[in-house]
């Protein structure tokens, strides 16, 4: 919890060790350090700086996803979406392209207060994610979320067979 100490100490071991094979750590984890004080510009600049100084390594995705993040928490979801995008085309790991799904499709709820065709493409991320899915507290979250969508649609029979499901599933585990 002691962000900013955590966020000095990672910037001073990038900025005094620049070839370390600990560098990508360092600036990754100011990064998080930086979003989680809501220093958003600053967390931008490190996650850039791993995109920049290691295109080839595996936490490009996962600095993608976090650049993601901290355009949500900024209110900008139509620029997270983009990134979120490019987080699951560059992410090898499946935790990763599940999180950036499941935000994308978020996002794109949010949007559809102005855009209802953002509905459709929330409701198509949150079902890629439960097919997908073997996890019974994620497999609840998604039906809700998809009942919640289908509710937003004006598809209100489907959306209790949705939130049906949930509440079954509840009481199965």
């Not at 370390?20 to 850039?48: D, P, V």
């Not at 949705?162 to 599933?169: G, S």
Request: hydrophobic content about 40%; some cysteine; aromatic content about 16%.
């Amino acid at each position: 919890g002691l962000y900013n100490e955590a966020e000095k100490i990672f910037s001073r071991l990038y900025d005094k060790n620049t070839n370390s094979i600990y560098t990508e750590k360092a600036i990754f984890w100011a990064g998080r350090s930086a979003l989680k004080m809501a220093n958003y510009q600053k967390a931008i600049e490190y996650f850039n700086k791993i995109i920049t100084l290691f295109p080839n390594s595996d936490r490009v995705a996962e600095a993608r996803l976090w650049q993601a993040e901290t355009l949500c928490e900024q209110g900008d979801f139509a620029g997270a979406i983009v990134l979120f995008d490019d987080a699951i085309k560059k992410a090898d790991k499946q935790w990763i392209k599940r999180i950036a799904l499941i935000r994308k499709s978020d996002c794109n709820f949010i949007l559809g207060h102005d855009d209802a065709t953002r509905y459709e493409f929330a409701l198509a991320g949150y079902r890629k994610i439960l097919e997908d899915n073997k996890d019974y507290n994620l497999s609840m979250e998604l039906g809700y979320k998809i009942g919640r969508t289908l509710e937003k649609m004006g598809r209100s029979s489907d959306a209790i067979e949705y939130y049906l499901q949930v509440v079954y599933l509840f009481f199965e585990y």
